[in-house]
């Protein structure tokens, strides 16, 4: 059982930036595929951003369309921490953002939200125009 503790939302105006954390449990973090997915009212939840697992080297990572140039994934095996920079912010950016684990070990990770095996409870954020 992995756990995820999303945390770093809050309420920014737009063209502002927050920085997400998401802190995993257990000590395969390294091999998880991580993910970044967030959902708007009334809308379904989507892909934001995903980093591999790399295999101990170079790290593949791949954005939405519309987050791209501005939110940048990056982790810490280290400390079990995934973290997401988001620049930039629009009204648009504001919904309830996921951490996301997929611990298959895929050799590119998957932007599919079905594809993951383990989710956190979420972090709001919220930019204002």
């Known amino acids: 059982q992995v756990q995820l503790v999303e945390s770093g939302g809050g309420l920014v105006q737009a063209g502002g930036s927050l920085r997400l954390s998401c802190a995993a449990s257990?000590?395969?973090?390294?091999?998880?595929?991580m993910g970044w997915f967030r959902q708007a009212p009334g809308k379904e939840r989507e892909f934001v951003a995903v980093i591999n697992w790399g295999g101990g080297s170079v790290y593949y990572v791949d954005y939405a369309d519309s987050v791209k140039g501005r939110f940048t994934i990056s982790r810490d095996n280290a400390k079990n921490m995934v973290y997401l920079q988001m620049n930039s912010l629009k009204p648009e950016d504001t919904a309830v953002y996921y951490c996301?684990?997929?611990?298959?070990?895929?050799?590119?990770?998957?932007?599919?939200?079905?594809?993951?095996?383990?989710w956190g409870q979420g972090t709001q954020v919220t930019v204002s125009s």
């Open positions: 257990g000590s395969l973090f390294s091999t998880y595929n």
């Open positions: 996301a684990a997929e611990t298959g070990r895929r050799a590119v990770a998957p932007k599919g939200a079905k594809e993951y095996d383990y």
